[in-house]
Every structure is written in C-alpha cells, then in structure tokens.
C-alpha cells in the first residue's frame, strides 16, 4: 500500500516513511492510494486468531514494507498481557437494555481508554522505525488528559524515544494526573505549565514554528492523524465482527452485518471503521456519536460542515470529546468527492468558515453507511443509569453518548456494537452523579493515586521550554 497526500502534493511513500511525520509535506494528510478488499473466505480464515496475530493480518494490509516477521513481533509486543488483559478487547452483551446490542471492550490497557490499542502499537513500531534509520524522536505534545498519558505508556522504557508532555498545572482529573506523573522513566518528562489546555498547545506551536530547532531537537508528534494509529484501530472492528458472529452458522455469517456504535471527538476511531467497512467488513451502518459539541453531528444530518472556535467548544461531561474541528474528517471528504473536486471545493473550509457539502449528503449514508446523533449530559446520565440498572455494567460518559445515539437509531435484526472508549472509574465524578452514589472503587485506580509523582512545572514562556527541551532531548 502506498500513501498519497489529500492536496495532491506528495510523492506516494510507504507505511513507514508516512509513520514518523504528522501532516504531509504539503499540508494534507495522508491517505491510502487504494484499499484490499477482503472476501468473506479471509475473514473467516481470520476467525480463529488471537488478538495480536490478527493484528499482524490486518496493520499488514497497510504496512507493506514491513517484513512479516518483524510486524508479528511489533504486535506481540504491543498486545502482551503485560499490557492488555486476554482477550484483549472484550464483548459484553447488553441484552437486558436491548436485544441485540454489545459492548466492545476497547479500554482494558493501561490509562484505560481506547487510545492505548493505537498508541501501544505506535510504541512498538516508531522505535523499529527509528532504530532501522539510525534516528531518534522526541514526541513534544500537550495534553489535556487522554492522549498524553497513552502516549507516555506506550513509549516509556522504550530506546531511541523520550516524550516531553506539557499539562496545565491543576486541571486534570486525579487519575489522569496519577497516570502520567507517576511515571520515572528517565524518557519520559511531565510538565505542568502554569496555564490552561490551550496555553500549552500555544507553547508547542511556538516551539515547532522554528524548523531549524525542531530539526536540532528531532522534534515530533503522535497526534491522532498518525496513519499507524488509524491502521491499528481498524484491528478492533474486524476483531468485534468476528465476535458477534462466532455464534451464528455459515450462512448466517455470510449475511452477519452490524451497526457499530462511535463515540466521536476528532473522527479518529469511526475513521478506521469506515476503512474496514470498504475493505468489506459486513459493517451496514456507522453510527457516529457527538456531544453538545457536535459539529460532526451536524455534518452528516446536513452535509454543512462548521467547524467552531476554541471559545465556542463547550466543556461537557464527556470531556475526550470536546472537539469543534475533526482533524481527521479531510481524510473522508477527500474519498468523499475524489481528488479532483476535493481540491476545487476544500479551500472554501479556509475562505468562509464552512464547507456546504448538501447535494452529497444523500451519500453520506446510502454509500457509507453514516448516520450520526447527539446527546446532552442529561442523556449520558440516563443512559449510565438504564445500563447499571438493567445488566449491572458501569459504563463511562463518553460510552453513554454511543448508548444514547445507538437506543435511538438501532434496528431489529442487526445487532448493534458500542465501542467502550473508556472505563467508567476514569470518569468517577460523572459515573456518580449519574448513580447518585460514591464514585466507583476501583482497586488498580487506588493503589495508582498512592503512587509518588515525578513532574517539572513551567511558566508559561517558550524560551523556558527550549531550555528544558535543549537539556532533556535525546540526540543521535
Ligand atoms: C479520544 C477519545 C474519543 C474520541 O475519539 P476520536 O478518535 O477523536 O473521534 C472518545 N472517547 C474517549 C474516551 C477518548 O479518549
């Protein structure tokens, strides 16, 4: 497979040139010049697999370039159950709140979200990488929570990485402070900026401002556009469609379509579910779940996308998904119109704020299976509610957006998976409220919060990060 950017600017380049860069060199993202189809016959040659070994089947279709004996060891690697529990992601079915409808694991690693399958992959595969060309990385990110501590506990430990993760000093949750901060890898370095969330993204945009220092640092990023976090994620949709069909006969199979359920922040995670659906998954419908924020909502009812500004996103219980500009949704439109008509209407985004995409959005669901709904933070309290009180399972807010859209939207006769982006202890102080009782105990989070904590703090002023990014940056 080989890799094309959506600006038509970029030579195409293998899965492991694409791996180590964010945007392409001109400003685009990468996408895949042409999808496999996989027939009925390889998915079920796939059945018996365990997690880590279809995961070798599956990131291979993307990573051609590298040797299949390496890539099963970067997976084993990755999905051990140091790491990941057996069998790694879960199905739990939900019957009691509906027939029909299951919940897919996908938050069993370890900062319990679903951004772990991706980034444990990454901290595999980057160091192969780097090692191969004799090149180091620093990942220079800011966090507000989710992305940072998966980041960190992928890469700790790891040779020819460090990560250096800006915060905002006191505002995260406890537990997504213990996750980062009781860290002491020597590679891994937490700083708390006396700021906010965007106060720290502004730092490492001034820091990466200056190519000839960011090239002097090796300086990077894994954001969620990094095409081997896309292919890592598509692994889970295959894997819950083999699972929710394991029961059924042959024929049976053979028609074994299901509704997958999303929730949706930055179009990351239903992004590799529409690449599995058109490699020929029997996904009928991607089910796309927004909060307050819900610009993609909006998108995929009316074909109009708005992004808003950073002062127009509200901060919602379900904080992972306080997002107003998908940054992976340029991949979709591009597949959307073709490269041709993607690149007279894109630049209208740029030029007035808005992109009216309406004569397509018959589409959007006919020919890829798109339907999309919102929920409010009075939804995502009755849906914790109905789930612990019908089947005895604590789902977290940012699942309770996917129950909501999937109770509303789901059908008879086609099951309907909901991915679990995180575990309900993550998001204690949501969970109860909504149960109206203590926050749930759980053990590991206990003994996490216990820990001793590592972390540098920083005022908020770029020159003093260099000087922190000069002292700690590995070099070649
Ligand atoms: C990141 C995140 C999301 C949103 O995923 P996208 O890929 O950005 O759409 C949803 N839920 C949780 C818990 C997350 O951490």
């Not at 279809?54 to 051990?80: H, Q, S």
């Not at 049976?252 to 659906?277: C, K, M, T, W």
């Not at 306080?322 to 490269?339: C, P, T, Y």
């Not at 008879?412 to 982006?421: A, K, R, Y």
Request: proline share 6%; with cysteine; hydrophobic share 40%.
């Amino acid at each position: 497979m080989q890799f094309i950017s959506t600006r038509g600017g970029m030579a195409p380049a293998g899965f492991t040139e694409v791996l180590l860069s964010g945007l392409a060199p001109d400003g685009g993202l990468t996408v895949p010049d042409s999808l496999p189809a996989l027939t009925a016959a390889t998915l079920e040659s796939w059945r018996g697999l365990p997690y880590a070994e279809l995961a070798t089947e599956v990131i291979g279709l993307f990573a051609t370039d590298v040797p299949r004996e390496d890539l099963a060891r970067l997976t084993a690697a990755a999905y051990a159950p140091d790491r990941f529990p057996s069998p790694v992601v879960p199905l739990t079915p939900l019957t009691r709140v509906a027939e029909g409808l299951d919940l897919v694991g996908l938050s069993e690693g370890p900062t319990m979200a679903f951004k772990d399958l991706a980034m444990q992959f990454l901290g595999q595969a980057i160091p192969y990488v780097l090692a191969r060309d004799g090149r180091v990385l620093n990942v220079l990110g800011a966090t507000s929570g989710d992305t940072g501590s998966a980041a960190e506990h992928a890469f700790r430990g790891q040779e020819g990485v460090s990560v250096i993760m800006l915060s905002p000093h006191g505002r995260m949750s406890d537990v997504q402070r213990a996750q980062m901060y009781s860290l002491d890898e020597p590679n891994i370095l937490n700083v708390a900026v006396h700021g906010v969330f965007d106060d720290c993204q502004n730092l490492v945009k001034a820091v990466n401002a200056n190519p000839e220092f960011k090239a002097r640092n090796s300086i990077g990023a894994v954001n969620s556009i990094n095409v081997g976090r896309i292919a890592a994620q598509c692994v889970y949709y295959v894997w819950a469609w083999l699972r929710a069909t394991d029961e059924l006969d042959a024929t049976e199979r053979a028609h074994g379509q299901v509704d997958v359920a999303v929730p949706s922040g930055n179009f990351g995670n239903i992004y590799a579910g529409h690449l599995a659906r058109e490699m020929g998954v029997p996904i009928r419908r991607l089910m796309l779940a927004t909060n307050e924020n819900n610009v993609l909502d909006e998108f995929f009812r009316t074909g109009v996308y708005t992004p808003r500004s950073r002062e127009d996103t509200l901060a919602t219980s379900s904080p992972s998904m306080d997002i107003s500009r998908a940054s992976n949704l340029e991949r979709f439109v591009f597949e959307l119109l073709g490269a041709d008509e993607f690149s007279r209407r894109w630049p209208e985004l740029e030029e007035t704020g808005s992109l009216d995409l309406s004569d397509q959005q018959p589409r959007l669901e006919s020919e890829f299976g798109f339907t999309s709904g919102t929920s409010t933070h009075e939804d995502r309290l009755a849906a914790i509610r109905l789930v612990i009180t019908l089947s005895g399972r604590l789902i977290d807010p940012h699942t309770a957006d996917a129950v909501t859209v999937a109770l509303a939207r789901m059908e008879p006769g086609f099951p309907t998976l909901v991915l679990e982006t995180a575990k309900a202890a993550k998001f204690g102080a949501t969970v109860a409220e909504a149960i109206g009782g203590e926050q749930p105990v759980d053990e590991a989070v206990s003994e996490l919060l216990k820990a001793p904590q590592h972390v540098a703090e920083l005022d908020d002023d770029v020159d003093a990060l260099r000087t922190l990014i000069e002292e700690h940056a590995l070099r070649r």
